[in-house]
């Protein structure tokens, strides 16, 4: 029960982060400044670096190792995927996404238990993360339209 509960949350807040990218451009997605000085498409490659984290978790059956640094673990994905465009960065997104999915479902409920560092790293890594993602995105999205609006941008 626990293990579709958690998945169900997983799925709204993924539906939630991609309504939040419908009314981009894909020359939206590559202006920067949506978090800090990152772009969508960015942040798209972000949230797929980490979803890769929780998909090796889930299948290992045990939390990932501890990043000492976190941001560090960011710039090299940013920097590693920076030849990207918008289309490939949405592709690899769908992909990990899936592969998160087929994770789920292959691995045992157990996992899931509220309060283990599994679930934990899972949480960060998934809906905690695409809804801090998707308010990020419809905030700056908001702005960038009325600079825009107003000759600003």
Same mark, same amino acid.
Request: charged share 30%; proline share 4%; glycine share 8%.
């Given at each position: 029960?626990?293990?579709?509960? @958690?998945? #169900?949350?997983i799925d709204d807040s993924w539906r939630s982060f991609r309504q939040a990218l419908?009314?981009?451009?894909? &020359? +939206?997605?590559? @202006?920067?400044? *949506?978090?800090?000085?990152?772009?969508?498409?960015? @942040?798209?490659?972000? *949230?797929? $670096?980490?979803?890769?984290?929780?998909?090796a978790s889930l299948l290992a059956g045990k939390p990932g190792p501890a990043l000492?640094?976190?941001d560090g673990f960011d710039e090299v994905e940013r920097e590693r995927h920076k030849?990207?465009? @918008? &289309?490939? !960065?949405?592709?690899?997104?769908? !992909?990990?996404?899936? !592969?998160?999915?087929?994770?789920? +479902? #292959?691995? &045992?409920?157990?996992?899931?238990?509220?309060?283990?560092?599994?679930?934990?790293?899972?949480?960060?890594?998934?809906?905690?993360?695409? +809804?801090?993602?998707? +308010?990020?995105?419809?905030?700056?999205?908001?702005?960038?339209?009325? &600079?825009? $609006?107003?000759?600003?941008?």
């Amino acid at each position: 029960m626990i293990k579709e509960q @958690v998945r #169900a949350a997983i799925d709204d807040s993924w539906r939630s982060f991609r309504q939040a990218l419908e009314p981009l451009t894909s &020359a +939206d997605m590559e @202006v920067p400044g *949506v978090c800090g000085d990152w772009s969508v498409k960015e @942040v798209l490659i972000h *949230v797929s $670096a980490w979803e890769t984290r929780s998909t090796a978790s889930l299948l290992a059956g045990k939390p990932g190792p501890a990043l000492e640094d976190p941001d560090g673990f960011d710039e090299v994905e940013r920097e590693r995927h920076k030849d990207m465009d @918008v &289309a490939e !960065a949405s592709t690899q997104l769908d !992909a990990t996404h899936r !592969a998160l999915r087929d994770a789920i +479902d #292959a691995s &045992a409920p157990e996992l899931f238990s509220s309060g283990s560092s599994l679930r934990k790293e899972l949480d960060d890594g998934t809906s905690l993360h695409y +809804d801090e993602h998707a +308010d990020g995105i419809r905030i700056w999205y908001a702005l960038y339209r009325r &600079a825009r $609006a107003s000759g600003g941008g």
